[in-house]
Each structure stands twice: as C-alpha cells, then as structure tokens.
C-alpha cells in the first residue's frame, strides 16, 4: 500500500501546509491496517505517547514514547500491536522543498536511524554516540516548536518553520569537519558528562579537566559547537526529560519541575515554554 502526501495509517487531528512541508498530529484510537506499506514521502515521526511494533526489511523495533523515527521515501514498513490511543508528531517533506534548497534527506543523516527511548537517551545508558544524542535532543525540541509555529499560524510561520528544518537536517549529516579541533578532540566526552549529569550542576572546572584546555578556551569552543550557553544547552537536556513526564496525566507540574532539576514550577513553566513554543499544560492536553 502507498500513502500519498499527507496520509497515514492513523487519523490526522491536525495538519499544517508550509510550502513543500506536511506537519500533522496523528492520532490512533482504534486498530488499523497492519499491512506492508509506504509512504510517498521521506518523513520523521515524533512518538508523543503510545507505541507500537514496527518490522522493516530483517529487522524489527519496539516503538515508545520518545522515539524519533525516520523514513525514507518508498521504504517499506508494518506496524502492529499499536496502543492506544498513540499520538505522533509528523514531518514530512517533499521533494520540491529539498530541491528548493538544494537540501538531502538520506541515509546519511545517522542521528535519526536509532530507534531510542527518552529514558535512555537521559540515562547515559545507551549504545548510540554522544554527537547523536546532541542531535536527537534538539530534534524533539525542534519539532515541538515547528508545530507550535504552525499552530500560531501567522505570515512567518512558513520561513521560520523552513529555517528550523533545514538547520535540524544540516545538523544530522553527519560531525563537521571541524569538530576534532574542538575542546582538545574531546567533544564526545564533554556531551557524556552533560548528559550523564544533566541534573546536577557541571561546572567550567569539571568541563576543563575533561578536555585538557584553560577555562577560556572551553567557553570560547563551547559558544562554537553548541552555539549555545552551558546554562541554555542544560536547560534543553533538562526540559527533553521533562517532555515525557507531561505527558502523564498522574504526574504533577511540581514534580516534575523537581525531578527535572528546576528551581520551583514556575522556573520549570517558563524554560518549557521557551524551548517548545508551549506551556506544559498545553502541551499535555496535545
């Protein structure tokens, strides 16, 4: 079975147009067709709740909360056992925008190929590599936000939503040619402490040590690979943690906000809201 532009197997609650781009909520409430079939389109497909079994050519996957899951045009698939409801967030991308931009959406993009949970991209016990991690952490945030940009639906919302993935595909490719000079060709080892410690205060000395260069010169390579603060990068890591507790129904704003490493809910309230486009609440009831 072929999906066109736009269809899935599930009922889409909501769907945006961005000039080359298809943004849909799916939503599945009911068993559907668990037969072999693809899409027309390459896409990645965000699991916001719920889950399935998903089985490609020699392999299969359980699929959870948290995964970021990429699929290439005409590749074959079969999900089964879905929960319900599952609710996904998607991103679809014609051919005409990567033309458009003279943009890829290939196998090379190695940060979208692992299947992973947030628990284990939070837990520091996870086979993928650290560069991966970085980029799997901005992908979740970058989707929350480009759907939240066309939600608001305003006459910028297609350039910004076109900026967001372009940036998010240009940082999949692959490491830049320039990492290996970056934090003495240790940059693996400054994102595993980041993520191995994401709930606990690293300090410029901590991030020093690990790389062997002055304090000066970590915070000058930190601004280049990160194109972030050290505060602003945590709070990310933090608030990508944070993105599965809100979506449990039993799980208060203040606990969260204290398991995820923040102040008090109203610190938590805003870093949500800064990295996603919404507020927790909002975001649960998605």
Request: hydrophobic share 35%.
């Amino acid at each position: 079975m072929k999906l066109e532009n736009g269809e899935y197997l599930g009922k889409n609650s909501q769907t945006f147009y961005a000039d080359g781009l298809i943004i849909s909520k799916t939503v599945y409430r009911e068993k559907v067709f668990e037969g072999w079939h693809y899409h027309q389109n390459n896409h990645l497909s965000f699991i916001l709740n719920g889950g399935n079994r998903e089985y490609r050519h020699h392999t299969d996957k359980i699929i959870l909360p948290g995964n970021i899951v990429l699929y290439h045009s005409g590749e074959w698939h079969r999900n089964c056992h879905t929960q319900h409801p599952s609710h996904n967030i998607n991103l679809e991308i014609e051919d005409r925008f990567l033309q458009q931009y003279e943009a890829c959406f290939n196998r090379s993009h190695i940060a979208f190929k692992p299947l992973h949970t947030l628990q284990e991209l939070t837990s520091g016990i996870t086979a993928i590599s650290q560069r991966n991690r970085l980029t799997q952490t901005n992908a979740w945030l970058t989707a929350i936000r480009i759907y939240h940009d066309c939600k608001a639906g305003d006459i910028h919302t297609a350039t910004s939503v076109h900026l967001q993935l372009l940036s998010l595909l240009q940082a999949a490719t692959g490491k830049p040619k320039e990492e290996k000079y970056l934090f003495g060709g240790n940059t693996e080892k400054i994102i595993e402490l980041l993520h191995d410690r994401w709930n606990e205060s690293v300090s410029l000395q901590e991030l020093s040590s690990v790389s062997g260069l002055h304090p000066v010169t970590v915070s000058r390579h930190f601004a280049a690979y990160f194109d972030c603060s050290l505060g602003e990068y945590m709070r990310r890591i933090r608030i990508q943690k944070a993105l599965f507790l809100v979506r449990q129904p039993d799980i208060s704003l203040t606990d969260i906000a204290y398991r995820c490493g923040f102040f008090d809910q109203s610190h938590f309230i805003r870093a949500f809201k800064t990295q996603t486009g919404f507020l927790p609440g909002a975001f649960r009831k998605l």
